[in-house]
């Protein structure tokens, strides 16, 4: 689809590719629906975008929980009438061997890269079916594609993710809905912050220019698709 004047819900928004997502797609003339934890943040970023002369609303919510979900995305819904795309771009990262890892910290990880997903998705699935038209982007990581060492249960979200994606995609094939999946390597955000992780970060994708990268593969005629993409630094 071109994507100027449509409505996109962006979970994950208030940081790191998240917020770059939403900066990019205000700047096409995308109304943005932004969704995460911290509604600070979100004051914040909606307060740059409309600066900027970009639309925005905001969203607190625990990516975590189906009910506050659905109630945000027919919130959205009412006031839009409709929802053209959702970016699920929420995620959390660990390290470490499987045993390193307490089983709080493994719900976690499941409850939010993986089911987080999944209920979003469930939630705006049916108003895109209504219109027949829409496009679901996934972001999950070089991680979900090979193996990685100190990273098993990270890893094993995104590769669950991978599957999510790839029958949805085949769900969706006979219909109007775009499926695709993101799969950069390590970019210079806040994830490793969050999960206190020190890493030396010089080499890693710049968010704002994998969000570009994202945005243009979305902004494309009806009748074509990016599938997978894959991005590393060259």
Not at 204 to 215: G, N, Q, R, S
Not at 217 to 225: E, F, K, R, V
Request: with cysteine; hydrophobic share 35%; proline share 3%.
């Amino acid at each position: 689809m071109h994507i100027k004047n449509k409505v996109a819900i962006i979970t994950g928004a208030s940081s790191g590719l998240g917020r770059a997502l939403s900066i990019e797609l205000a700047k096409r003339k995308v109304g943005v629906c932004l969704l995460s934890r911290s509604e600070k943040k979100l004051k914040s970023l909606k307060k740059e975008i409309e600066g900027t002369g970009g639309k925005a609303i905001i969203c607190p919510l625990d990516i975590k929980n189906p009910q506050e979900i659905k109630i945000a995305i027919k919130t959205i819904h009412n006031l839009f009438s409709r929802i053209d795309i959702l970016i699920n771009c929420a995620g959390i990262y660990t390290e470490g061997n499987l045993t390193d890892h307490t089983i709080k910290q493994i719900n976690d990880l499941i409850d939010t890269n993986l089911k987080g997903t999944i209920f979003t998705t469930h939630a705006v699935l049916p108003y895109m079916q209504k219109l027949n038209f829409g496009h679901i982007v996934t972001i999950s990581s070089t991680a979900g594609k090979l193996p990685k060492r100190n990273q098993t249960l990270y890893s094993t979200t995104k590769y669950a993710l991978n599957g999510f994606h790839q029958n949805l995609q085949k769900e969706l094939k006979p219909t109007r809905i775009k499926c695709t999946a993101v799969y950069p390597s390590k970019m210079n955000t806040s994830l490793y912050k969050s999960a206190k992780i020190k890493k030396q970060m010089k080499n890693y994708l710049d968010p704002e220019d994998v969000a570009k990268l994202i945005v243009d593969t979305m902004d494309q005629p009806q009748n074509l698709i990016v599938d997978d993409l894959t991005i590393k630094r060259n």
